[in-house]
């Protein structure tokens, strides 16, 4: 099964904004692109999900084009305890796989 | 509610012994994981479960074995531990394939 493609790693510093990319070419008709965040000794937690366009709540958007191909996670303003790893996730077959996830580390 | 709970945190096993990780869910959930976690990877599925008395193998099953008898317990075993069994494990639990998934503490588990 075909997992999802991120960077493995991304700099920032307090206050901006990050955008990470999710690549997702074989997305199904039914797959849903999931987002999860996870911090050293701890299991992932839930961000965001969506199905196409725009979705946004108090922690992040995520933004879908038409073909479904690729995804963005934004996280306005970030923090020092954003710092953690990012995983994207297709959703829609019975096993969630992950994949390698994006370490995102955020600077003074 | 607790959400997802994995007995126990921390355990030890020398080469060749078994043991049990327990996985318990109080949401009602349906979908229920087992990923292990080498330093610096990310998860990586070992078997899932789609309900109830089901089970199936994810992307690294060989090793281990699984169990659904309750719908809220899902156990995973290794029958004889090796060293490259050494990571932490983690369980999850979600409600449908496509919803959010709730995660537990983790188990880490040192083979010698």
């Known amino acids: 099964l075909a997992k999802t493609t991120q960077p493995i790693s991304m700099d920032s510093y307090e206050g901006q904004e990050v955008n990470i990319t999710c690549s997702h070419n074989n997305i199904a008709t039914n797959d849903y692109i999931t987002w999860y965040q996870q911090f050293p000794s701890q299991g992932p937690r839930f961000i965001i999900q969506?199905?196409?366009t725009k979705v946004t709540n108090e922690v992040a958007s995520l933004f879908i084009p038409a073909d479904r191909k690729s995804s963005t996670l934004s996280l306005p303003r970030v923090s020092l305890s954003d710092t953690a790893v990012y995983y994207c996730?297709?959703?829609?077959?019975?096993?969630?796989?992950f994949g390698a996830g994006t370490r995102l580390t955020v600077k003074p | 509610n607790a959400g997802v709970t994995q007995t126990p945190k921390f355990r030890v096993l020398k080469t060749g012994q078994s043991m049990t990780l327990l996985c318990a869910q109080d949401m009602n959930h349906e979908y229920m994981y087992w990923y292990r976690q080498d330093p610096g990877m990310g998860l990586r599925l070992i078997h899932y479960s789609v309900g109830e008395g089901t089970t199936a193998k994810g992307e690294v099953p060989d090793g281990y074995n699984v169990s659904r008898l309750k719908k809220q317990n899902f156990l995973l075993g290794l029958e004889s531990a090796a060293p490259s069994q050494t990571s932490v494990y983690f369980c999850?639990?979600?409600?449908?394939?496509?919803?959010?998934?709730?995660f537990g503490q983790g188990t880490r588990l040192t083979v010698v």
């Open positions: 996730l297709r959703g829609g077959n019975n096993d969630m796989r």
């Open positions: 969506g199905y196409k």
């Open positions: 999850a639990s979600s409600r449908l394939t496509n919803t959010e998934a709730f």
